[in-house]
């Protein structure tokens, strides 16, 4: 029994919607950072985009990883026929400890505002507001895995990554046409939209009994549940941003705005496989329910097949077309920047083709190897951009992508095989049989 395989012509509609929603995102955020610098002044558009920044950071420090368990545990037992965990444990894990957490950063904000340091950037006030906006997006990211694990990619993909962003637009949007250009009012009207959209798919789920829900008798959740989770969200984050702090210390201010354009528009590459990642999660939960060893296979095969050839593509793209963006984007067309180009168009590339090794472990129940492989990886690549990119400057810091990609992806990879027999990265595409 393959469990984990889209099929036909329905898996390339569910992947084409996908990357509609996808590119619907992607444009909201550019929309939002547009409309508010034009609506905002320099200094209210500053503090937008921090509280904007710090609120997404600390939602997924907050969520103490319970998306990725929720989108491990619900598919894996329902394939098993399985009662879900307690009611009171999950409300206390999912919503009350990342109240408490958010909380306690909006009064620690506050009380470092209090003190009128001339680093502290928020006005006073600011730091509750992007304390209360990162709790009611932790609960996007949850409700999104909850409808991902049980319903639709579709719509999980709509209701964690688009709603938030709408509604801090609508918010946006709604109180400069009423004359409020109040950077701490827009936020809080995102959260009072995001709030109302909540309740509402909450009573949506109730009512059709898509929420799962244990027996008095079911098992608590354990910290021991969530720990690995919550820390491969944390060394997932790090090892996404590692390079671009580091470059600040050792490059300068302008190698690093040059690296970090060319990185954001490289990274252009990866968004068929964070598309798959959408598509496959709950089904490998699945597969591991029952056991199913080809349906793991079948399922690496796809998600290469739908992310690895759309990535040459892409890559091909950005390359052909580098001097018109590097022109458009003020970018010296110099060796040196070319360089980092080719260096982070490899990283990229070497990176979708070793597979979704990350998501193969927390998915299979072994967020453990992430975790590892996570920690090692963020530190030899810290190591590497401080000695090499302080001697041989920005391309060595671009070169610390392709380290920081195979430190996390070979050893997950290999570990993978070893227990299951199965090959996520892109060699299955010839070593596995003709099936699709």
Request: proline letters at 5%; a positive charge; charged letters at 10%.
């Amino acid at each position: 029994m393959t469990a984990a395989k889209p099929k036909g012509r329905r898996g390339l509609l569910e992947y084409g919607v996908l990357v509609l929603l996808r590119g619907g995102i992607s444009f909201s955020q550019l929309i939002i950072v547009l409309v508010a610098g034009t609506l905002l002044d320099k200094g209210d558009f500053g503090r937008f985009a921090i509280i904007y920044a710090g609120a997404r950071l600390l939602a997924s420090i907050a969520g103490f990883g319970a998306p990725s368990f929720l989108l491990k545990d619900v598919p894996f037992r329902q394939a098993k026929a399985m009662p879900w965990h307690s009611v009171k444990s999950a409300l206390a894990w999912f919503l009350a400890l990342p109240l408490a957490m958010c909380a306690a950063t909006g009064a620690a904000l506050e009380g470092i505002g209090s003190l009128s340091l001339p680093f502290y950037p928020l006005n006073p006030g600011e730091g509750a507001v992007l304390a209360t906006t990162a709790f009611f997006w932790s609960i996007a990211l949850l409700f999104g895995a909850w409808v991902r694990a049980t319903r639709s990619s579709m719509e999980a993909m709509f209701v964690s990554d688009l709603a938030p962003p709408l509604a801090l637009l609508a918010g946006l949007a709604g109180l400069w046409w009423a004359g409020i250009e109040n950077v701490a009012a827009i936020f809080l009207a995102c959260c009072a939209l995001l709030l109302l959209g909540q309740i509402g798919l909450l009573l949506i789920h109730a009512i059709r009994r898509w929420i799962p829900v244990g027996g008095r008798d079911a098992e608590p959740i354990a910290l021991k549940d969530l720990t690995p989770y919550w820390g491969a969200v944390i060394l997932q984050t790090a090892s996404t941003q590692i390079d671009v702090i580091i470059a600040g210390a050792v490059v300068g201010p302008v190698a690093t705005g040059i690296y970090a354009l060319i990185k954001r528009i490289t990274n252009i590459i990866a968004i068929p496989q964070s598309i798959v990642v959408w598509i496959l999660a709950p089904r490998v939960s699945r597969a591991t329910a029952l056991e199913d060893t080809a349906g793991l296979q079948a399922a690496a095969r796809y998600g290469t097949k739908m992310a690895f050839l759309p990535a040459l593509v892409i890559t091909a793209a950005i390359a052909v077309t580098a001097p018109f963006w590097f022109a458009h984007f003020e970018i010296a067309w110099n060796a040196t920047n070319i360089a980092v180009l080719a260096a982070l168009l490899f990283a990229n590339v070497f990176s979708v083709g070793c597979g979704l090794p990350i998501l193969f472990a927390t998915q299979t129940g072994n967020p453990g190897y992430a975790v590892s492989a996570l920690w090692w990886a963020n530190v030899i690549t810290a190591v590497w951009l401080l000695t090499a990119g302080y001697i041989w400057g920005v391309i060595a810091i671009a070169i610390g992508q392709t380290i920081m990609f195979a430190c996390i992806n070979l050893p997950v990879g290999r570990k993978l095989m070893a227990k299951y027999g199965i090959q996520i990265s892109a060699v299955n595409l010839i070593r596995v049989g003709n099936r699709s």
